[in-house]
Structures are given as C-alpha cells and as structure tokens.
C-alpha cells in the first residue's frame, strides 16, 4: 500500500471495483485485509526475533514475516507491481487475466488491474533528482549515501541502455530491497558484503533422523481426546461423564477401545475419540502410537495447595504457556531458546543439523545465536525464485545494498538484511531441488495442515541432497481455542488430522525412512474438565500429548492419567484445570536421547530444569524399542 500511494497507483478503466483487486496476498506478504487467522491477530505481541533482539530484550512483532516464504514472496509481488503492473504476473498479487492467461504479462493490456504513475518532477531525470525523490517517499530520505550511490550507478547505467522508463523501474525496484525501505532504522552499511549461506554439508556417516513439532495451538481440550473407557473403568467413565456435562461427554460408541493394560494407569483400557479413525487407532495398536498422560509446563512439582505460591509463570495464557511449552527452559537459563534449537546447537558439532519451521517461525528452533545455525522457514507452497524474470539482471546488485553495517546501525535493519540474504540464497536452491520430485506425496486432507505435511515429505525424502543428517522440524496449527462449540469443533479437527498422520506414516514406510521419524503432537496447555456456558471449554493446564514413529515403543499410555475427576483432587486447581503430574522434560529427555544426545552435560544444556524433577522423567529405553539411553541414577519419587 506504500509503494501504490507514494508512487501514484491508477487503477486500468477495465477495473473500477475494489473486490478481487488482490490474490494470494495473504500467502505472499503473510498479511492482507480480512485476512487474520484468528483472535490474535496476524503476530505475537511478545515475539523476539533470535540473536540482536534476544539480546536486547526487544520485541519486535513485525519480524515474524521475516522469512523466506514472505521475504521473497513479497519482494516478488513488488517487483511485479513495478514492472507490470498490478497482475498475477511473475509473482505478482493482482486478479487473474480477464482472459484466464498468466504469463503473457503485457499483452493484454484488460489483464493489468492498475499501474503505478510516479515521474520525477522536472523531467529531469538526472539520478540525483530521481533517487532523492525516490528516498523522500519510500523511505523517508533515510536512505543512505551508500545505498544511494549505488541505486545511482544502475539508473545511469540502464538509462544509456534502455531509456528513461526502465531506468525508473530499477531504481524502484532496487529501493525497495533496501533495510532503509523495510525498517524505520538509520543504517550505516559498510563495504563488506554478507554473503548467503551455504547449503549444509554432511558432517559423518549418522543415519537420518528428523523430529517433527506439531503445536495444536490454542489448547486443544485432550480430554476428550483420550478418555476411560466405560467397559472397563466405569466408575471413573462416570465421573468424566458428570464432569463434563451433557453437552461436552463423549458417549461410548463416540470411542474407540484401546489397550492400556501395558501402561500403569487407573483403567485397563482408555477410549480415543473416534474421529481421529479406525487406522490411526491401529497403528496404537501396532506400538507406533505412544500417548502421554497429563503433561505439561512446570517449574517444579507442585500440587493445588501451593501452586499460586511456587510457580511464577503467567499460567493460562496462550502466548506465554506456547513459549514455555516451546522453550522447556522454566527459569529462562538458557536465553529465550528452544527445545529443539538446543539439540541442534549441540548436534551440529559433529553432525550436519537442519532447523525448519513451516510458513512460520518457531522459538522451540532458536538456538544460541553464537552458535550460527538459524531457522530456515519453507513456505507450504514450496518456495519462489527471487526475481524469476530479472529483465535489468539486478538480483546481484540487491545484495550490495544489504551489506554488513557498522556497530551503531539499527539492529531491525540488521535483522532484515541479514534475513534478505538467507533468503536470496536458499530460495533457488529449495525451488530447484524440489522441482525434482515429480512423484511427491499428495495428501487427501490436503488443507492448511496437509499441505505443511507434504512439503516436510519432501524435505525429509530430499536430506541426502540438502546433506543433511538430523532434521528437526517445527509446525503450528491452530483452531483450538474451543471456548464454544468444543465437540463439534474439536471432531472435525481430529478428523483431519487422523487421516494425515496414517497417510504420512504410510509414505514415510514406503521410503523406508519411518524408523528414523519422531513425531511429536502437543498444545499450549490444556482446558478445563468442565464446561462453560456455550458449549465449550476454557483454559486449563495439564493436558495430554502424543509421539509417534517407526522406532517408539507405543501401544502405551506414559505418565499417570487422573484416577478421578473431583475438583478436590490434589492436582485439580479447584476451576476444572488439571495440574500436571509430568513436566515437558520428561518426554524431551528420551527424544534428545534417541537424536544422538546422551552426555549428562549436554542433556542438561538441553533441559536446563531437568534436575527439578527427579526421577520423573523418561529415558529413551522408556520411550523406544530399542532405546540405549538411560535415566542416571537421581532422587525424587519414580513415576
């Protein structure tokens, strides 16, 4: 919307409406009008991008867009716009052709929805007059000398070469490339360039292995995902079934029977909601399905008598519990990072380690920004060509204009060169490899989470080419936060979801590389046991979590679900929130463990809090067949 006000956008005769103006913004800049995922709206308002800003304890909301999915999607669509117009062409965010024809941009002059206006005053069209006029409206003549003199250079250049017209398209396309364009920070670029990454290169000889995070955000309510199952605990069904009320319960036939008689827990066999489907409670069956019972964010053990007292956390909200949960650090000794960024920081010593998050970014990725290994975002879609049709041959001068700054530059401007340059290096990489796969997995539930699953098949089939040994991906799925309608919303997520995961386990068996996946499926928080007044749930604690894989030892119930449902239960808050009797660490301790991590120090870098818990936690001998590690010799009660 900048660049069309400041440089006069004049919709074409042919198309006066408003409506259908723009397509595929959402997916191209990670925000449009009417576009907001949910109630909180397109960012985290606590959101910390990994490196200057954790340093500085500065948030910076915004700065989830920095990825490469929106990084050059956006610049792209910006370059369409300035190019051609506002069309679908190379990139760009405007209606579809009149004539259903994309590609043939130019040619049919009904197929551009609006052009951009913007002439220097004067008619000069000298290069100082052109991109200080320029730097007035698009960066607020914050646009450095440095910067300036070479925007200069290539509108000298090109307008000897091809005229006044082309020669303002590139100063305009290059200016918005600059961190003066994106940021409101003064910059001081110096002469040295950064220069993208490389691609990873393989480190030894370990077999691959990936780890999979699917966050079910906004607390998806598992009480009505795994429950007592009325055939063989009765009593404690009942209980449920009073607690929830009749709006909430699932009745028996809404259950599919498994055995828990493996698992020390109240009832020898538990119910699983049936929409999760027949096949997904088969591979329970089959020992690939591992559930873990009333888990979550904890400081230490604590019961409902004190829990007020001992436990400092901001309990109970989404974004503070999402980050704890991501971040399984309690007292923050560790810098705002993450679970899985942690065991990739040690991993990558010896080994060629990945972190990639879908559409969006993760802290459970974040490692120590010491160490170098950043997050890499792959968008569902599967990532662009930068400047696919580059007619001024200007992709090489955008680096130039990203260049390493002095200390003392804005650290938001550092933040999206540095961001800018990671992209430009890897886009085209990611886009050709993945072009490859002409046989890649297609999903029936191919919706918002199916697509984010075939693009990790994809980058776990492609690892030997991306030279890549431990994978760790993150994913987010949200319409959880069920304070109305709980069941029936809640059945028609589980449907969906029960169905990709049988088919994702199904293709990964076919590759032979199941053996080597873990998938772990886990929410915020959990809800309340009971009900409020519109048919939902509100905001609990301790919940119930899923791992699943070719190698865990499932069939299985871990941890201890509740033997009862009374508010006066010791770990029951009085409000219907259960609190938990295992800590996060207790699952992460096994899965570091199976990923190659089984120092004592390193696993205690990885799970700074560990020692709170005593012996309540589970080793990779508790969590996989054929599991080596183990839990060293500790105090406290044995789960």
Request: hydrophobic share 35%; charged share 20%.
């Amino acid at each position: 919307m900048q660049v069309m006000r400041s440089l006069e956008f004049r919709r074409s005769l042919t198309r006066q409406r408003t409506d259908g103006l723009f397509r595929g913004a959402q997916e191209a800049l990670g925000q449009a009008p009417y576009g907001i995922p949910d109630t909180f709206s397109f960012f985290s308002p606590y959101y910390m991008p990994a490196g200057e800003h954790i340093q500085s304890s500065l948030v910076s909301p915004e700065s989830q867009l920095l990825n490469m999915n929106n990084i050059i999607g956006g610049q792209n669509a910006l370059y369409a716009l300035i190019q051609d117009g506002l069309t679908a062409c190379d990139g760009g965010i405007g209606p579809l052709g009149k004539r259903g024809v994309v590609g043939r941009c130019g040619r049919f002059p009904e197929d551009v929805a609006g052009t951009l206006h913007f002439a220097v005053d004067g008619d000069t069209f000298g290069d100082t007059d052109a991109i200080v006029q320029l730097s007035t409206l698009l960066t607020s003549e914050r646009l450095s000398e440095q910067n300036a003199a070479i925007i200069g250079e290539m509108y000298k250049a090109t307008l000897a070469s091809r005229g006044k017209a082309d020669a303002l398209k590139v100063a305009q396309n290059l200016l918005v490339t600059t961190p003066e364009f994106h940021t409101t920070n003064k910059v001081k670029p110096l002469a040295e360039r950064r220069e993208p990454s490389s691609s990873h290169d393989k480190g030894s000889n370990e077999p691959y292995k990936a780890i999979i995070h699917l966050n079910l955000f906004g607390a998806m309510d598992s009480m009505n995902m795994l429950v007592p199952h009325p055939d063989d605990c009765p009593s404690l069904y009942d209980e449920y079934r009073t607690s929830r009320g009749e709006d909430l319960y699932l009745e028996p036939e809404e259950l599919i029977k498994i055995d828990a008689s493996k698992s020390e827990q109240p009832c020898p066999s538990f119910g699983i909601n049936k929409y999760l489907g027949e096949e997904f409670a088969s591979m329970y069956d089959e020992g690939e399905v591992l559930f873990i019972a009333n888990i979550g964010h904890l400081q230490k053990p604590v019961k409902a008598s004190n829990f007020l007292k001992e436990t400092t956390t901001q309990l109970f909200s989404h974004f503070t519990m999402r980050d704890e949960s991501f971040k399984v650090d309690a007292y923050n000794q560790r810098d705002n990072t993450g679970v899985m960024g942690r065991m990739t920081d040690i991993l990558g010593r010896n080994t060629s380690s990945s972190r990639s998050a879908i559409d969006s970014t993760s802290k459970n990725l974040y490692g120590d920004p010491l160490v170098g290994s950043e997050v890499e975002v792959i968008p569902s879609s599967g990532p662009q060509k930068f400047f696919p049709n580059d007619v001024y041959n200007i992709k090489a001068t955008t680096l130039k204009l990203n260049n390493i700054t002095a200390e003392g530059s804005g650290i938001h401007a550092n933040l999206w060169s540095e961001s800018f340059v990671k992209s430009y290096g890897h886009t085209d990489f990611y886009a050709e490899i993945l072009a490859t796969l002409s046989d890649g997995p297609r999903y029936v539930e191919a919706d918002e989470l199916g697509k984010k699953m075939e693009m990790i098949t994809k980058f776990i089939r492609l690892n030997q080419v991306r030279g890549v040994n431990r994978d760790t991906f993150a994913l987010s799925w949200g319409g959880f936060d069920t304070h109305h309608n709980m069941k029936s919303e809640l059945h028609l997520k589980f449907d969906s979801l029960g169905i990709l995961l049988k088919q994702f386990r199904d293709e990964l068996v076919n590759l032979n590389l199941w053996n080597g996946i873990t998938i772990v499926i886990s929410s915020e928080m959990g809800r309340s046991i009971t009900p409020n007044s519109s048919m939902g749930t509100d905001h609990g604690w301790g919940g119930h979590y899923m791992v699943l894989g070719g190698e865990v030892n499932g069939g299985r119930i871990l941890g201890t679900h509740p033997h009862t449902y009374s508010p006066e239960w010791e770990y029951n808050t009085g409000r219907g929130a259960w609190i938990p009797t295992l800590p996060n660490e207790a699952m992460w301790l096994g899965l570091s463990q199976w990923f190659g991590i089984q120092e004592r120090d390193d696993l205690s870098y990885v799970l700074p809090n560990m020692n709170n818990f005593g012996c309540r936690l589970y080793s990779e001998t508790d969590i996989y067949r054929d599991g080596i590690g183990k839990l060293w010799g500790c105090g406290g009660d044995v789960m």
